[in-house]
């Protein structure tokens, strides 16, 4: 089993900035990548940005230039650092862990509780 903790969330001004930290733990060792969902109300839960235990990144077109997806293997944690934060990005941003990977992320079975973001204009 893995454990995914979500923190960092918040109330911010638009073309401000936020930065979400997601800790895993657990039998990590089975995870090959992780990524940042997000769902505002009345939506669909919707890929953000996913990164590979090799480093590979990928980005939702609507986040790309303004948001950073990284890691720190050594504290079993991936970070999201969005800036130029617009009111269409208030939702709550949920993380998650997958043992595969191929080519694409495809989410797994390990979610986080979820931490909201809210952006006022």
Known sequence: ?????????????????????????????????????????????????????????NYADSVKGRFTISRDSAKNTVYLQMNSLKPEDTAVYYCNAARNYYGHYQPGDYWGQGTQVTVSS
């Open 1 to 57: 089993q893995v454990q995914v903790v979500e923190s960092g969330g918040g109330l911010v001004q638009a073309v401000g900035s936020l930065r979400l930290s997601c800790v895993a733990s657990g039998s990590i060792f089975s995870i090959n990548a992780m990524a940042w969902y997000r769902q505002a109300p009345g939506k669909q839960r919707d890929l953000v940005a996913d990164i590979t235990n090799s480093g590979r990144t």
